[in-house]
């Protein structure tokens, strides 16, 4: 079955930088786009990057844009996020999603989600 297994989250020191990774399994993951997501304490899911089966197109939230770059490795069916300059607002779980449609449809119904790995910026 599809599978999406996040890794690389932790206690972080504002300024710091996380390197997120997101192994996939059980379905052609080269055919399928990407992303990250975060959800906050108190606050509702949200979309951060996402990128095409390719790789050749990305798209980044707009509070998070220069901040954050994301990637992905077809021959090892990973994708990844760098976030870098952590802030303690960016504390929260992060979750890998992806669908076999397009970006523009990553995080919507019959979307595939991993379980999230939990980010904490503090000092």
């Known amino acids: 079955q599809v599978q999406l297994v996040e890794s690389g989250g932790g206690l972080v020191q504002p300024g710091g930088s996380l390197r997120l990774s997101c192994a996939a399994s059980g379905f052609a993951f080269s055919r399928y786009a990407t992303g990250w997501f975060r959800q906050r304490p108190g606050m509702r899911r949200e979309f951060l990057a996402g990128?095409?089966?390719?790789?050749?197109?990305?798209r980044y939230a707009d509070s998070v844009k220069g901040r954050i770059t994301i990637s992905r490795d077809n021959a090892n069916n990973t994708v990844s996020l760098q976030i870098d300059n952590l802030e303690p607002e960016d504390t929260g779980v992060y979750y890998c999603n992806a669908d076999s449609r397009s970006t523009e449809q990553l995080g919507l119904q019959g979307s595939h989600w991993g379980q999230g790995t939990q980010v904490t910026v503090s000092s």
């Open positions: 990128i095409s089966f390719s790789g050749r197109f990305t």
